[in-house]
Nanobody, 116 residues
Framework: QVQLVESGGGLVQAGGSLRLSCAAS????????MGWYRQAPGKQRELVAV???????DYADSVKGRFTISRDNAKNTVNLQMNSLKPEDTAVYYC??????????WGQGTQVTVSS
């Protein structure tokens, strides 16, 4: 059973920073890609950032230049550094893992609230 444990959410003022982490219970050799998604109230879940096993990254246009996704292979962890946060970044952030055998796994979500 693959488990993802997220941490790092919270309340921050606009312009501030937060760092989210997601620890996976499987080795990096079982991971095809990991990413972060978010869902704001009344909106659909959307991709924020993704990083492949080869280190290729992709970002939503709304976060480019402000957010950085990275992997710590020794800890089977993916991190999301969020800078210059805006109130519209407020959402529940979910970690997602795509395994090499094709299944997707989700974390429980962590709340990020940005006050104006």
């Amino acid at each position: 059973q693959v488990q993802l444990v997220e941490s790092g959410g919270g309340l921050v003022q606009a312009g501030g920073s937060l760092r989210l982490s997601c620890a996976a219970s499987v080795s990096i050799f079982s991971i095809n890609a990991m990413g972060w998604y978010r869902q704001a109230p009344g909106k659909q879940r959307e991709l924020v950032a993704v990083i492949t096993g080869g280190g290729i990254t992709d970002y939503a246009d709304s976060v480019k230049g402000r957010f950085t996704i990275s992997r710590d292979n020794a800890k089977n962890t993916v991190n999301l550094q969020m800078n210059s946060l805006k109130p519209e970044d407020t959402a529940v952030y979910y970690c997602k893992l795509k395994a090499t055998w094709g299944n997707d796994y989700w974390g429980q979500g962590t709340q990020v609230t940005v006050s104006s």
